[in-house]
């Protein structure tokens, strides 16, 4: 899979991808990560980015024509599944939303600063818009990147099969039962009997229960689904 990613702050974004679960994708060549500084893209001398908004109002807006200019040297070099805009005013990531992605070959990312990019970017180019929660950030740089971990980590051969994504939470819209290791008793706190039982039928029966249990208390809106 390749991951093209258009930004404004590149060196905020470039850390994560050189530790742990994604640098090891990388280096096993199951993922390819680019990142385009869009300021190379800029208008005129200045590498002009950003502009006032029409009709008034505080906060700058990404023009189109740098935008483009960069979507647009892309395309001509491969054909893009997805084009995506990460943006606070998106539905909300989950888990169905990274499956699908780790299942694609090329995707743009692009992630937004000031007050978002001009309409007429998402009109044209934009495939999927992503938020990664209801709050905002300054800029999408870290959402793109917890975007990445998400879809990164479930590529086929990226995680050893001790760590099978089948078992996170939210693969199956339930939260993970409680887990234990030793000491088998700290301070009086003992671990749940049927964990130390090695009945393996009935230890998966908890470990259901439990979830469920958590689930209901927790994030019942999973359990609409
Ligand atoms: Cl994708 N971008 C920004 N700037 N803020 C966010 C977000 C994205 N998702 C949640 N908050």
């Given at each position: 899979m390749r991951i093209d990613i258009i930004t404004v702050a590149p060196e905020l974004l470039r850390s994560p991808f050189e530790h742990s679960m994604m640098k090891r994708a990388i280096d096993k060549g199951l993922a390819e990560v680019h990142f385009h500084n869009l300021r190379d893209y800029g208008i005129g001398s200045y590498k002009k980015l950003d502009d006032m908004q029409f009709g008034g109002g505080a906060g700058m807006v990404l023009m189109i024509e740098p935008i483009a200019k960069c979507i647009e040297k892309l395309q001509a070099e491969r054909t893009y599944d997805e084009i995506i805009y990460m943006t606070p005013d998106a539905k909300t990531l989950n888990q169905a939303t990274a499956n699908s992605l780790s299942l694609k070959e090329n995707i743009i990312i692009l992630t937004g600063h000031y007050?978002?990019?001009?309409?007429r970017v998402r009109d044209k180019y934009i495939t999927k818009e992503i938020s990664i929660g209801d709050y905002v950030l300054t800029g999408g740089e870290l959402a793109a990147a917890i975007l990445c971990d998400a879809v990164i980590?479930?590529?086929?051969?990226?995680?050893g099969d001790e760590q099978s994504?089948?078992?996170?939470?939210?693969?199956?819209n339930l939260l993970s039962p409680p887990v234990y290791t030793r000491p088998s008793e700290y301070e009086g706190m003992k671990v749940p009997d049927i964990l130390l039982s090695g009945n393996f039928p009935k230890i998966e029966e908890w470990r259901n229960e439990k979830a469920y249990e958590r689930t209901q208390l927790i994030r019942p809106d999973l359990l609409d689904d």
């Open positions: 007050k978002g990019v001009d309409q980590r479930l590529i086929p051969g990226v995680l994504a089948l078992t996170d939470s939210f693969q199956d």
